[in-house]
């Protein structure tokens, strides 16, 4: 089994005060859009998504899919459409 993760940003951030606000302006840009993403694709609340993005979030894929962002589990390989495990490259 395995877990899926929202990763809160980590920044170090040093140089001028100039420099840091660009960085701090560009983090949150990135965590918007991010927000922003999951929001459209999980019908999530912003509240929500935001509360899963401030920190370490861990999910276990039944869990993501109740939150929106994953669409399906698979629990066996055999329910992967056009698998063939003869082949050896997990295609036909």
Not at 7 to 15: A, K, L, M, R, T
Not at 33 to 52: F, R
């Amino acid at each position: 089994m395995y877990d899926i993760v929202f990763c809160s940003q980590h920044h170090v951030v040093s140089g001028q005060t100039t420099d840091i606000i660009i960085k701090a302006k560009k983090a949150e840009h990135t965590r918007e859009t991010l927000s922003n993403i999951i929001q459209t694709h999980s019908g999530k609340a912003e509240k929500d998504v935001n509360a899963a993005l401030e920190r370490d979030t861990y999910m276990t894929a039944s869990e993501a899919k109740k939150f929106g962002i994953v669409d399906h589990t698979v629990t066996r390989i055999t329910e992967i459409e056009g698998l063939d495990l003869d082949k050896g490259n997990g295609k036909k």
